[in-house]
């Protein structure tokens, strides 16, 4: 069995600050973990994803994401955050590379303000 | 020219109606799926398919099927819709390392 949780289905940040948004997941087996932004009336575009390499891993956007295998956790950062960056956030989980075995979490909604 | 295209975007149904939701790719890939979203729920899978030949239930293929026409087209049909369909349905295809998503189709079943 496999799940994440999302701390906050609500975050904001003021322009330029540091966007941080959590998610701890659960899994049975060594993970791959995902991060994925959808900006309004959009569907959902694949951030960065984690595949067991480096435990860094760097997208798009400026935004990375780190595996903590202790903590079980995959947070989301940007070290400055900018008005497109507003969007709701996923993270997800699956057993293995395939996305037809990933289980995503409730969602994280970015506000930035000016 | 978008990746992945959704027919309809929008569409308001009856309860008891059949209804086909559309998807086409020009990415080329062999794998598709069918997700729903509702509220504070994410994203659920319906249906995937890895080529032509292969399709696979997902997590809530319950009052749902589907159909992979060609490599570049898969529908999802509601056989007879119920209010509790409503929600916003999406496509995608999955290539090397990446996924690809359409922009949706909000369906509401009256």
């Known amino acids: 069995a496999q799940s994440v949780t999302q701390l906050g289905s609500h975050v904001s940040v003021s322009e330029g600050a540091l966007v941080l948004l959590r998610c701890n997941y659960s899994?049975?087996?060594?993970?791959?973990l995902f991060w994925y932004v959808q900006y309004p009336n959009q569907g959902l575009q694949l951030l960065l994803k984690?595949?067991?390499?480096?435990?860094l891993v760097k997208g798009i956007n400026g935004f990375e994401a780190e595996f903590k295998k202790s903590e079980t956790s995959f947070h989301l950062t940007k070290p400055s955050a900018h008005m497109s960056d507003a969007a709701e956030y996923f993270c997800?989980?699956?057993?293995?590379?395939?996305?037809?075995?990933?289980?995503f979490g409730t969602g994280t909604k970015l506000q930035v303000i000016p | 020219d978008a990746d992945v295209t959704q027919t309809p975007r929008n569409r308001i149904t009856k309860t008891g109606k059949r209804i086909m939701l559309e998807c086409s790719q020009t990415?080329?890939?062999?794998?598709m799926y069918w997700y729903r979203q509702d509220p504070g729920l994410g994203l659920r899978l319906i249906y995937y398919?890895?080529?032509?030949?292969?399709?696979n239930k997902g997590e809530i293929s319950d009052g749902y099927s589907v159909s992979r026409q060609a490599q570049a087209k898969f529908s999802l049909s509601l056989e007879s819709a119920i209010p509790n369909q409503t929600a916003l349905y999406f496509c995608?295809?999955?290539?090397?390392?990446?996924?690809?998503f359409g922009p949706g189709t909000r369906l509401t079943v009256l």
């Open positions: 995608a295809t999955s290539g090397g390392d990446t996924q690809y």
């Open positions: 899994s049975s087996v060594p993970p791959y």
């Open positions: 984690y595949t067991s390499a480096a435990t």
């Open positions: 997800a989980v699956s057993p293995s590379g395939g996305y037809q075995k990933v289980t």
């Open positions: 990415k080329g890939h062999d794998r």
């Open positions: 398919s890895f080529d032509v030949k292969d399709i």
